[in-house]
């Protein structure tokens, strides 16, 4: 086993000095980024494309919302396209893993679109849905396999799929790989992979388990690392209400129908509370469609897709359901339920204020979760402005807002403004808006409708 030497990569020239085309693109590749309307690179892309493009190993370290997948369906397209190699049968040219359907189905959608005006396939294997198309398709044979590990592993066990002829390795969101139990399959791929490969890794967190992981997948490889303190969240305007546990529907419909464009992502805990809670919107004349592991694939997507394509304006979500959903125009996310993780709550907010569009968090709490705010509040190590003067307050469901509960709450902050430049201002919190302030990272109030690339990928546009 070797040690990995990194490479840690700064922009230079500074990102917004580059283009596309200065990452020596080929022609279909930038016309389809021209569609896409993509202007400029982000930093990871700045970052990544030269290096992925000479074939070096990668290391990046990023959340989705950065850009990175096209960080690496870029280069990976316009290597595959530069060597004019037949497609064989069941053995595809470049192989992404990823940990969920939906994020699996996203990224081949990526290269769908990235790849329109070039002659490569691609295809998506994920379970919870039938073996039988995607046995054809590996027949046939694919350029580039996307697939979850579970999946790929049956295929593998099968023979209707050999890695043998991998030239390129993508280990995409590593961290969520290992939590939720895919390290035994992950390690038994590698094996399966031809030793001379281009293999990148890339992991939101670079726990010790990871690294371990790292040393046996990559070689010698330039680190990227795109982060931020809170990746995608710069741009979110957060807000929490207290209210009693029992007003939670009643404050969902009022903020739903306050806010009649753009989708709403809705996130509980349980899944039979998604399906309860949409039953009862439908009851109140909204229309809404829950997604979570219960549901079967199909639904999933179809759900998924009807959000997408706005036929359903709400969508009620658990965590694992929502992880790497990446659909443009929610302009809210609500936390219906507080996430027990509190990194959940920094991904959940996350699924708004996407690719430069700004977005609205707002958090529900009742006392039972009190705990589970002040740990959300630790982690982003910020307060969460309160609401104030919303239908649902009563005396009892108040905010203990400058008690011990809420270390970081307004009254019991340290002088901010001498930690964080150009931070978090008083107005802030107890400002003008719909009484209660709001927050959003960064602070001083920006809101460009031009991307500004920043280390922290798109999340400051
Ligand atoms: P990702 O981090 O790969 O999940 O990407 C987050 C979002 O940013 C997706 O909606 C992408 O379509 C979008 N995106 C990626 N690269 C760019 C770019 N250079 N310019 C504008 N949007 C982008």
Redesign the pocket.
């Known amino acids: 086993m070797t040690a990995i030497t990194t490479t840690t990569v700064t922009p230079s020239p500074t990102p917004s000095t580059i283009t596309?085309s200065n990452l020596a693109l080929a022609e279909p590749i930038l016309r389809a980024?021209q569609e896409?309307?993509?202007?400029?690179?982000?930093p990871?892309?700045a970052q990544s494309i030269p290096h992925l493009l000479q074939g070096r190993d990668l290391i990046g370290i990023?959340?989705?919302?950065?850009?990175?997948?096209?960080?690496f369906a870029l280069p990976i397209l316009q290597r595959l396209a530069a060597s004019s190699t037949p497609l064989t049968p069941k053995r595809p040219r470049a192989l992404i893993l990823a940990p969920t359907r939906e994020l699996a189905a996203?990224?081949a959608q990526?290269f769908g679109?990235y790849g329109k005006f070039l002659k490569l396939s691609h295809l998506a294997v994920f379970g919870g849905v039938s073996l039988s198309p995607q046995i054809r398709a590996l027949s046939r044979g694919v350029d580039i396999l996307i697939a979850t590990p579970g999946r790929l592993m049956d295929l593998e066990r099968q023979k209707h799929v050999s890695l043998d002829k991998v030239e390129i390795f993508v280990l995409d969101e590593a961290d969520r790989m290992l939590d939720l139990g895919f390290v035994h399959e992950i390690k038994r791929i590698i094996t399966k992979l031809p030793p001379r490969r281009q293999s990148l890794l890339f992991s939101a967190t670079m726990p010790p388990a990871i690294k371990e992981l790292a040393t046996s997948l990559v070689h010698n490889p330039v680190r990227v690392e795109v982060t931020p303190d809170s990746p995608?969240v710069e741009r979110i305007e957060q807000q929490i209400c207290f209210v009693e546990r029992h007003d939670k529907n009643k404050l969902l419909v009022h903020f739903i129908k306050q806010k009649p464009e753009g989708l709403v992502l809705v996130f509980v805990r349980m899944k039979h509370m998604a399906n309860k809670l949409v039953d009862q919107l439908h009851k109140d004349g909204i229309l809404a469609e829950a997604i979570h592991g219960n549901k079967s694939q199909g639904a999933r997507q179809r759900a998924l897709e009807n959000f997408r394509a706005g036929r359903r304006r709400i969508l009620v979500a658990t965590d694992i359901a929502a992880r790497?959903i990446?659909v443009?125009g929610i302009t809210l996310v609500v936390n219906f339920d507080l996430p027990e993780e509190p990194e959940s709550y920094v991904h959940r907010i996350g699924r708004t204020a996407?690719?430069?569009l700004d977005g609205q968090a707002i958090a529900f709490c009742d006392r039972s979760e009190r705990n589970l705010l002040r740990n959300i509040e630790r982690l982003i190590r910020r307060p969460i402005p309160v609401l104030k003067g919303h239908p649902c307050e009563s005396a009892s469901s108040h905010a203990p807002e400058q008690n011990a509960e809420r270390p970081f709450a307004a009254g019991n902050r340290p002088n901010r403004s001498s930690q964080r430049p150009g931070g978090f201002r008083s107005s802030s919190f107890g400002g003008n808006r719909t009484g209660g302030g709001s927050s959003r990272f960064g602070g001083a109030g920006e809101r460009k409708a031009r991307?500004a690339f920043t280390k922290a990928?798109?999340s400051r546009f």
């Not at 896409?36 to 982000?42: L, V, W």
């Not at 990023?62 to 960080?71: V, Y």
């Open positions: 596309f980024l896409k309307d993509y202007t400029e690179p982000s990871i892309q990023a959340q989705t919302g950065t850009g990175k997948t096209a960080a996203q990224i990526s679109a995608t790497g990446d443009k996407r690719a430069g991307p990928g798109f």
